[in-house]
């Protein structure tokens, strides 16, 4: 393996990153050029490692510390340069997008570099040939997502969505840090690829603690990925600008998780992949049906993007210890391009609009943004699983997962949270693109200029077709699973209906359902039905389960409570009375001694006096 | 210049030249301190780079006879374990006299002071001598309440000023019968450090007496570190210390505790240490925890950048009492990286005060706006404060987290909660209200960081904590031999009971 390549994909947005931070501050034009040639650079590195299909790990040793060792190592297999074409395609066309998205922004320069540290860091977990140094990057992706969210820092929600977001994150980090503790104190290693051997060697290497561990790490993709109970920072997310919603809250960093899961998946034992199949199911029909009642366009692509994460996670859930993560791999994949290529759509709707995000104050778009409309609704159809479609091949290999290992409950779950899924989509573009216009504002909408465009076309591209590139194949090599014959594209277009027949089936009569529901309730409504129909279970979904308030009294009744407590004892008791205390005991003797030293003879004989009868009064009458 | 003694008396000799020149010439006596800590910052780069990290033993080392009849004399030299010290304590000395650009009054005595106090640091960690070691550590600590009595602000200063004197002098107190202690039961032959070592491998002193005399020195150092719940002077006092003391201060004076237990403490009595590491460990977590959530609740930004400073110090006190090579290791990151750390928090927080007038963090808001430069630096200062990756604190606090986990399950897992949750929280909400928000009427007239010379020092920190932050190796690799050498006197305690 030629071990310049590998570097050449990671460090480029890393100067970029540098060198806008340190000299183009005031240019937008060339930190703009900057950021966008630094991914391209990545992108032409690893197209080109692809056609090699190189593998293999350069390392150097980061850190070594008694039985400590920590190597900085890029790693190459299948998982991880599919992954370095997701991140460095869709990431490209997104820097590309964000060009013509924040026109005029006088924070632009600021707005690539904190891109270019993202691109950076997320290629950095990419490529990790290492748990620690995985950390490293993952809690660097956290920053530049909390540096982006918070673009606009002087309005106080970005601010707020952008702390929350991070701390939030960081209770799942506390997690992960705990379980390579963990690992390393039971394996005495943190490399990926050395573990790997080792548990091949030796199956029960972890003995009593695999499930622990295997928890602790999965606390980490908790987070990341926004899964139940963690999930609540993401629909805040919204709040930064809407390509960074594309790429760091859609496409890359909250898959991040997933791909953390298929990393260690050899680590996960049974009991670990039940809870996170379950975590994964939970939040896919949580999140959807809180999607159903959401009014912000972007707020309902946040939380489908919850809900096909919980997806994902639950995949890796059903696989069992004898499977392989490819299914969620896959679905990563395709629901990079589609749900990238959605959010940009929805920001070239609120770039038209001018940043209008209410749905019920839109309609009739269709006509007057046709490309936009086009590539939309080919993302929605993705999204559903109308075949032939991307969506459609990498949501069945997760039906057919979810059935062949019999967890029944789990796929009845996964097949209504795909009709769920084509309901609020539905709903989604029906009141948006089609019927009257709901407010004055889509009178003056007009089409996005070609660079914001392009990029849409682009994305369309995978959206579409990439249900034909035999990526689970290609995956199932790094996990030592055996191609199967390839057949011709007519074969494949039918073959999930031929050699799964009812997992195909039932998602597909899902979709149909949900989809007829939405036509039936939203076409051409000026305001939403379901409200009267649902009652209160509408407000709920709304209201997004009232998770937020709980997580605020929780907080407020124990850490802020501990807080006081602590303080007030700080300020009281130790600094307080105790110190304080000492210092008026001291005074108040010094005080009491002084009134002795009154320096008159008389007060003295009459002391010596006093003590010489004491004394001898006590001589006496012992 | 890669001479020890050029690095410490370079400020000792500019504080005298100061004190020779005309009370008038107030310009020469900041270009002679910022030439004279130049120099010495200069001389310990050249030490840092010159360490030879393959080597055992002393390097650099320069050794006169003294007072021959009690055995003091005057030793220098460094080890893996102070080269890193004393390259931090130079740049944040450098740094100090940078930011001293406020200070209006008495320049004269200010610039003496404020140049004993770096050379005393510098000498204090630089010293294999006890007395000399004790006597630098004094000569640094002296003018610090000086500074703060004269140049010192906000109503609590005379109080803070009262309690900081108090418990300093108390804990230097209790440590100086600790090793005074120490030098009579070695047979009162030498202040030598490295004498004292080898006669003790030899001859241990009894346990139960080690034990006390250990007693004295972990509560003597401790209090000087603000060891829980001796910690209250240290927040008070930092927010009323003009911001050179503070730096200097917190930044680096404050390690002379840590690094005389590493030094002194853990070698010459190797029993005493076993027997007081689950009492350390227990009260390491009133740092991280108790202060940590102290640190919730503050409004004046000060007072919570002492607070979290309190918190840090628990990180190193954890590493100690681990006992592992993984936590002494990750003991000495975290003191390197906090004392950029701290200098530099304090730095910033006196730019702000000097241009705001306050420290109210209510008062504060949308400041990033008007202070782009003072602001992304504070925000890095804070991150690198809650542990980021990239920063020095992180290669301190994980390698403390990984060697504690062994010893203390428990405590490892409250610390990491500390470390990761914790103290993002009050860093972030902190970040919130000073940097983020609409931008106030009342601050539109605010003024950044105008040229490249005043940026500088922050610019000079930040890259010290980067730079050692993403190669940790620089730190860790010349520590190695003398760390695992420690750890193994103390751990070889336990197998020859």
Known sequence: MNAVLPWLVLLPPLLAAITITLGALKRPVAAARLSIGAIALSLAASLILFARDASGVTSFTWLQVGGLAVEFGLRLDPVSLLMLLVVTGVGGAIHVYSWGYLEGDPGRPRYFAGLSLFSFAMLGIVLSSNLLQMFVFWELVGVSSYLLIGFWHARPAAAEASKKAFLTNRVGDFGFLLGLVLVWATTGTLDLGELETRLTVQPGALGTAATAIGLLIFCGAVGKSAQFPLHVWLPDAMEGPTPVSALIHAATMVAAGVYLLSRVFFLLDAPALTVIAWIGGLTALLAALMALQQDDLKRILAYSTLSQLGYMVLAVGVAGTNGTPVAAMYHLATHASFKALLFLGAGSVIHALHHQQDIWRMGGLARRMPVTFLTFLAATLALCGVPPLSGFYSKDVILVLAWEHHASLLFLLVVFVAGLTTAYMFRLLLVVFAGPARSQDPDHAHESPPVMTVPLLLLAVPTVLAGFWGIDAWLGRAYGVAPSPAGSWAEHLIAPFTHAPVPALAGLAAVILGGGVAWGLYRGALRDPLPVHLGRLSRWMRDRFYFDELYDRLIAGTQDAMAWVADAFDRWILAGAVVRGLHGAVELGGRALRLVQTGSLQTYALLLAAGVVLVLAWMLFR | ?497
């Open chain 2, 1 to 497: 210049m890669a001479n020890l003694s050029f690095i410490i008396f370079c400020p000792l000799v500019a504080a005298v030249l100061i004190a020779l020149l005309p009370r008038t010439f107030n310009v020469l006596f900041r270009a002679v301190a910022l030439l004279a800590t130049g120099l010495s910052l200069l001389g310990a780069v050249r030490v840092f780079a010159g360490f030879d990290s393959a080597a055992t033993g002393l390097q650099f080392e320069q050794h006169f006879r003294w007072v021959d009849a009690l055995g003091i004399g005057y030793h220098v030299g460094v080890d893996g374990l102070n080269v890193g010290l004393v390259l931090m304590a130079a740049l944040v000395a450098f740094a100090a006299v940078c930011v001293s650009r406020e200070i209006r009054e008495r320049q004269q005595f200010y610039y003496i002071l404020v140049l004993a106090m770096a050379g005393g640091i510098l000498g204090a960690f630089a010293s294999f001598d006890l007395f000399l070691f004790y006597f630098f550590h004094e000569l640094a600590l002296v003018p610090t309440f000086i500074l703060i009595g004269v140049w010192g602000r906000g109503a609590q200063r005379d109080y803070a000023t009262f309690k900081l004197t108090l418990y300093l002098s108390l804990g230097a107190l209790v440590a100086l019968i600790g090793l005074i202690a120490l030098y009579v039961q070695a047979g009162q032959t030498s202040f030598n450090l490295l004498h004292l070592t080898r006669h003790l491998a030899l001859n241990p002193i009894a346990p139960g007496t080690q034990s006390w005399i250990f007693g004295l020195l972990l509560f003597g150092f401790g209090i000087l570190v603000s060891l829980w719940p001796f910690h209250t002077w240290a927040p008070l006092g930092y927010a009323a210390a003009p911001t050179a003391a503070a730096m200097l201060h917190a930044g680096v004076l404050k390690k002379f505790g840590l690094y005389g237990l590493i030094r002194i403490a853990l070698p010459l009595l190797p029993a005493g240490a076993q027997s007081w590491m689950n009492v350390l460990a227990l009260l390491c977590l009133g740092n991280i925890l108790y202060c940590g959530l102290v640190a919730l609740r503050q409004r004046d930004l000060n007072h919570l950048l002492g607070n979290s400073s309190v918190a840090h110090m628990g990180f190193a006190f954890l590493g100690i009492a681990s006992l592992s090579v993984l936590g002494v290791t990750g003991a000495v990151v975290v003191m390197v990286a906090h004392g950029l750390l701290a200098a530099l928090s304090f730095a910033l927080s006196g730019f702000l005060y000097h241009r705001l007038g306050t420290l109210e963090m209510d008062q504060m808001g949308g400041l990033l706006q008007r202070l782009p430069f003072v602001g992304g630096v504070m925000v890095m200062a804070m991150f690198a404060g809650c542990g980021l990756p990239g920063f020095a604190n992180f290669p301190g606090e994980a390698l403390v987290l990984f060697g504690a986990w062994e010893s203390y399950r428990t405590i490892t897992v409250l610390a990491c909660w500390g470390a990761l949750v914790i103290a993002a929280v009050y860093m972030l909400r902190a970040v919130r209200t000073i940097w983020h928000g609409p931008p106030l009427d009342r601050w539109k007239d605010l003024v950044d960081a105008p040229n490249l010379w005043v940026k500088l020092p922050y610019a000079l920190l930040l890259a010290g904590l980067l730079v050692f932050g993403c190669f940790p190796r620089l730190l860790t690799d010349p520590m190695q031999p003398v760390v695992s050498q420690i750890v193994q006197r103390v751990q070889g305690e336990t197998a020859t009971p």
